[in-house]
Structure formats: C-alpha cells, structure tokens
Nanobody
Framework: QVQLVESGGGLVQPGGSLRLSCAAS????????MGWYRQAPGKERELVAI???????NYADSVKGRFTISRDNAKNTVYLQMNSLKPEDTAVYYC???????????????WGKGTLVTVSP
C-alpha cells in the first residue's frame, strides 16, 4: 500500500512563512503529478499548486508570487514554501500524488490526511 504524510503546518503570524512537506512511502514505481490543495472552513477544497513529472508548475491566482512548489523525486516528496502568508490562507492543506505502482498499468490518486495552517496575529 501507499501512504502520504504531510508535515510542517502550524500557527504563523500574517506576513510569516511556513514550509509544508509531503512524503510518499510504500511500493512505488513512479510518481506523475504532485499537488497541494486546501480546504478552509465552510469552503470547498481548492487547488493551490501542482508540479508535473517534468517539474512544470501551476498555481492558483491567489498564491502566485507567494507560494513555491517543488519536488524531490529521490525522496518521493513534494514541498510547498509559503511566504507572505495572509489570514485567508488559513486552511487544512492536503497533498495529492498520482502514483504508479509496480506491475500495475494505471496510475492512482493518493491523498494525505492534511495539515492545518493557521495564519493569525
């Protein structure tokens, strides 16, 4: 089986920074897209940033210029560097990876359980 574990969330003041990490473990052949999503209280889950297998990136307009997504393929890990944080960035942040397992011809979406980011004075 495959598991994704996020870390790095917490409480930060407006204007501060946090770095989220998400590591995949288990029987993994390769990982295609990796992404970060977030869900604020009372709102739907939304895409924050995505990085493809060739490290092309895309960001939500609300985080462009403030957040940076990156990946370490050797560690099966995706990162989200969050700078200039705002109260409206408060949410549970989830990572998602599109993973191919050995001997299986198709890729499957796997999700982490989420890490809470709270931006407050």
């Amino acid at each position: 089986q495959v598991q994704l574990v996020e870390s790095g969330g917490g409480l930060v003041q407006p204007g501060g920074s946090l770095r989220l990490s998400c590591a995949a473990s288990g029987r993994i052949f390769s990982i295609d897209n990796m992404g970060w999503y977030r869900q604020a209280p009372g709102k739907e889950r939304e895409l924050v940033a995505i990085i493809t297998g060739i490290s092309s990136t895309n960001y939500a307009d609300s985080v462009k210029g403030r957040f940076t997504i990156s990946r370490d393929n050797a560690k099966n890990t995706v990162y989200l560097q969050m700078n200039s944080l705002k109260p409206e960035d408060t949410a549970v942040y989830y990572c998602k990876m599109v993973i191919r397992r050995p001997g299986i011809s198709y890729a499957v979406d796997y999700w982490g359980k989420g890490t809470l980011v709270t931006v407050s004075p």
